[in-house]
């Protein structure tokens, strides 16, 4: 992908008409029910009428985009588990086996497999999307974490993604990650955001103990410090701190963003992607739900960062579009209650005085 493409899905973007809230809400207003009472699920109702335009939006069918890539700074020591993981846990989703496998069952959504960068080589198998930019990021504590043209081209497999997605007919879109080190990406990618100092954003990820945690913090440090002045737009900081599943998380926002459609943001690594994804422009929030609120410490600024509430809290950390995939019926049902409830006088219900 070319700079021009991204800048042409970035001007498609426009904000959400705030006449198709009001409609929603004089609609809310005639439910039986009093004003109000249905809480968040009136705004999330609320926010999909207008995202979509129109008074009968819809959350089905949904779809779980789940990117996978690895990353160089695991020489750096960051993480428990060896980099093998990432392809073992690709070949684990496709099998079925996976906790992202087992939710999106539960609540009837697809699950999407896509490879943007993972370092071992994977078997041509059904139901992976192979699309690797490189085998995985370089390490940046030495050097960016990809090259310019390396972070377009996960943009656009993250834009492809989205578009052949809502093509084939998906109303909501979730994204999720699978890639051991993410979260020492997800950390640096959060303070050159936040510009808050690395130790109050990294987390234990997978389960570091300390001397891998004094391992990332110091990695995340070294970064910053070499890269940090270098940063002067979006597609700079995913080039030098980012990672291919994180670009391509990116992607989808912006994507689907163009295209009117919501996204479902999972945890601190998909809300990474989304905060960049806003920078880009700013008009993406509007299409934008975060599912939960994950336990790792940089979560909570992220969210700040792109105006966001979560709707669970459930002590989540684990990633691959789980809490997403949670989050979605509690969207059906706001919509479901928006759509189907009777309003006052068709129900011959009084209202109150």
Not at 347 to 353: I, K, P, T
């Amino acid at each position: 992908m070319n700079v021009e493409r991204l800048n042409s899905t970035l001007a498609k973007i426009a904000p959400v008409d705030a006449r198709w809230i009001e409609q929603a809400r004089t609609r809310q207003l005639q439910l039986t029910k009093p004003p109000g009472s249905l809480g968040r699920l009136e705004e999330i109702a609320n926010r999909l009428a207008a995202i979509q335009g129109t008074l009968s939006p819809s959350a089905d069918p949904a779809k779980v985009l789940l990117f996978a890539a690895d990353h160089g700074v695991c020489a750096e020591g960051v993480n428990p588990y060896p980099q093998a993981v990432t392809a073992q846990m690709v070949m684990n989703f496709l099998r079925g086996g996976a906790a992202i496998n087992a939710l999106a069952r539960t609540v009837g959504a697809d699950l999407e497999i896509i490879d943007v960068g993972v370092a071992t080589e994977l078997p041509s198998i059904d139901g992976l999307i192979r699309k690797p930019v490189a085998r995985g990021t370089r390490n940046f504590c030495e050097e960016p974490a990809m090259s310019e043209k390396d972070a377009l081209a996960a943009l656009s497999v993250g834009m492809d993604a989205a578009a052949d997605a809502i093509q084939q007919g998906y109303r909501l879109l979730a994204i999720g990650e699978m890639g051991i080190g993410n979260t020492t990406a997800a950390s640096a990618v959060t303070a050159a955001l936040t510009r808050l100092a690395p130790e109050s954003v990294v987390g234990r990820g997978t389960g570091a103990d300390e001397g891998c945690m004094q391992r990332k913090r110091s990695a995340i440090e070294r970064a910053l410090d070499r890269h940090l002045r270098e940063i002067h737009t979006p597609l700079d900081l995913l080039a030098r701190l980012g990672g291919l599943e994180i670009a391509a998380m990116c992607g989808v926002c912006l994507e689907a963003s163009s295209r009117r459609c919501a996204v479902l943001i999972d945890g601190f690594i998909s809300t990474a992607a989304a905060a960049v994804a806003v920078r880009f422009n700013p008009l993406v929030g509007d299409y934008l739900i975060a599912a939960h609120r994950s336990t790792e410490p940089g979560h909570a600024p992220l969210l700040e960062q792109i105006s966001q509430r979560p709707l669970l809290d459930l002590e989540m950390r684990l990633g691959e579009g789980t809490g997403a995939a949670l989050a979605i019926p509690i969207l059906r049902a706001a919509v479901e209650a928006f759509t189907s409830m009777a309003t006052f006088e068709s129900a011959g219900v009084a209202e109150a005085l």
